[in-house]
């Protein structure tokens, strides 16, 4: 059975000023996942989350959020998701819970949300100070605090660490985690270093000029890691070891240094081949291991084409 | 998957839309330029006629029609306009400085309603100028009687049928700048480019008042209304049905605020 997805593109391309912007985006988020949205900045990941809030003019393509349309049920869907986009919408002449009010009026939820989505974010002791007297991670956790507000299936967080140290970055991770193991909750993160939210998705979509270059689960971006690693061979004679071994002229990546010889993942009757042929042909191996890149590598290898 | 897929009517969003413009009114300078706006002229008249009513009101001259044609002389022509420019630029600004557009989108209440509820915070905002303005008015011409008996205030009774249509007709008459103004302060994220349009728009309109169709320029819409009030004797006189240009301001009003509506529907959140 196919996953059930709480919100899936369809062909989405937007323009913006002429300038093509995404370029057929199919998403594809299931139920109860951490998605991390990832791409360097200016890559349409933004712009891929409005449209998925219906904040921007209808595009070529459609958008589904649980399972119907967004623009035939725009008020009905929007209702059930909480987002954060950019930087938090906060007026500065409010308090942090007349802020959080603000939001809830306009919800039409009970007044007890309030209290309960200051208190999830940490805010409870802060509530009755200006808003605009607040620091960047206290507002960054404020403007979660409104995402958090209608208790919604799916949770649209763009860049949400932004701005915050690490200790904030940790505490963020971890209230994540816990919203989606303990209630189920469906978040799509987006961000531009693998390294935050690595430790965190189920599910990674990466996006580079407007394409989306990967999606999948984050064991399939790791066996993609595994499947890149290389083997890397430490003789005396590095360019002499490649003559020995013609199958690879192709394959094997240009020589590091007179002494280290890379080649690509080899089976292992293959690498006992390779080892036995050097040896019998008078050639030391002082080392033989695999390396595998980090999935910063597998990151910079898809969204850089030139790269690799 | 299943979810109730009705939307909040109409009237619900609208509601809890107010609701919430209405606490976003706490601690900012629109709730109390409404409220000063309507005494800062009572109180100018005030002391004008308090220290030279006895130049004034020389002659026997009726001291309510004096008061009253004074003080809405100064209100009308220039402090509403400058009043309705700077309070729509400021109720708007709130939520341009918040960058708060693209947070109210995302909610499950519509555009239209959004936009809607602002207008209306607006619109009862002028109501509330409009009322201390006339109540302060009245309280003052009070006052100078008891302070000034030589004046007559006491004398003759407050013409408050008079006061009331030129109440209702002045507001009228003015909706036509504020839908302009709310609908530029909209599109606009700075607060400068409102206010320099409206001062614009205000200062070319003053010297075209003599033009016969001046009646069709929003800013124009008080002073018009001023210049049907009518002394009859010890009477004061303000017909109760709308002029042409009050019409016409109301015909504004509509067409800013569909214009509005439509570019708001195209905007970026």
Redesign the interface.
Known sequence: MPETLVAATRGLSFSLGGRRVLHDVGLAVPEAAIYGFLGPNGAGKTTTLRLLLGLLPPPAGTVHLFGHELRHHRAALLGRVGALIENPSIYAHLTGLENVEATRLLHGLPRARTAAVLATVGLTTDANRLAGHYSLGMRQRLGLALALLPDPALLILDEPTNGLDTGGITEMRALLQHLRRDYGKTIIISSHLISEIERVATHVGIIERGRLCFQGSIEALQRMQETSARLVLHTADAAACRRLLPEFTETALPIPDAETLVLPRLSRQQVASVVERLVAAGQPIYQLHYQQPSLEDIFLQLTTPFAA | ?S??????SFA??LS??L??DY??L???PALWLAVAGGALPVLLEFCIFFFRGNVILRHHAPPWFRYLSASWEVAAVLLLPLFIVLLAGLLVS?EH??????????????RATIYTSKFLVLVQLLVLAHVAYVGLLIVSGYLLGLLHPEFGFQHQAVPLGAIAHLTARTFVASLGMLGCQYVLSMQSRSFVLPIGVGLACLTTTLPLLRWEHVGWLPFAGPLLTLQSMREAGAELIVPAQLAAHEIGSLLWCAAAFLAGLLLRH?N??
């Open positions: 998957m979810l109730p897929l009705a939307s909040p619900r969003q809890r839309c609701a919430a606490l976003k706490r601690r900012t709130v400085r918040a960058t708060a557009w693209k947070h109210l989108y995302a909610l499950p209440v519509g195209r970026v959140g």
